[in-house]
């Protein structure tokens, strides 16, 4: 039997039970993953093959992003794989730890707008083929583009984590219309959705620490 993981969390507790949890926590919590290594371009059977380690050694880590964002399309177009093939491969080996997918709101995991019965049947369905937490984001911080994908995945019953993208600087002045109120403003408005997870995007890699320790704490607060 494997050790005891976040995954038993959530299948005793609930998402909400799960954040819960992580507020409880006075450790930092680790994601690993696939998601944006390599260029996306690991293969399946790779990560297939790595995955028992992961579940001996690791039950501590918080979650594994494996899927979703950029994999999706290139398991297909570069690989010649099918990813609900390896999302459904890695659930089944993984059964301690809690897997992660990243989810480009109304976008899906694809470059355009999607018809919302299509994001919601896509939502269901990675639910149904193992995805336990879904982090979503909009590229213009719009929430209104991440509301059918919020709706969609606390009806799945998964976790949801809403997400903030990160931009500009908030300790400069002359630059004011990302401040911390913008930031807090979302924040709440992402609450109200309903998400169980706050997340913070740093994707261009502009956060610094001074102004990470500032928002962060504002955000928490």
């Not at 993984?94 to 997918?101: D, F, G, I, R, V």
Request: charge should be neutral; aromatic fraction near 8%; glycine fraction near 8%.
């Amino acid at each position: 039997m494997p050790p005891v993981g976040t995954r038993q969390i959530l299948e005793a507790r609930g998402p909400k039970g799960v954040a819960d949890w992580m507020l409880e926590q006075k450790r930092l919590l680790i994601t690993d993953g696939p998601q944006s290594l390599l260029a996306t371009r690991m293969r399946s059977i790779d990560m297939v093959n790595v995955v028992p380690a992961y579940v001996a050694n690791l039950p501590e880590l918080f979650s594994v992003e494996c899927w979703g964002g950029a994999t999706f399309d290139v398991a297909y177009r570069f690989l010649q794989e099918c990813p609900w093939q390896r999302l459904r491969a890695l659930r089944t080996a993984m059964p301690n730890l809690l897997t992660q997918m990243l989810l480009r709101g109304s976008n899906g995991v694809g470059y355009t707008n999607y018809p919302d019965n299509v994001v919601q049947s896509f939502v269901h369905q990675a639910a149904t083929s193992g995805v336990d937490l879904f982090r979503i984001f909009d590229s213009l911080n719009w929430v209104e583009n991440m509301r059918i994908a919020i709706d969609a995945v606390l009806e799945t019953g998964r976790i949801c984590e809403g997400t903030i993208c990160y931009t500009d600087d908030i300790g400069n002045p002359d630059r004011a219309k990302y401040d911390l109120n913008y930031y807090v403003s979302m924040a709440r408005e992402l609450r109200d959705a309903g998400v169980h997870v706050l997340g913070l995007k740093d994707m261009a890699g502009l956060l610094k620490p001074a102004a990470a320790r500032k928002l962060i704490s504002v955000l928490k607060e």
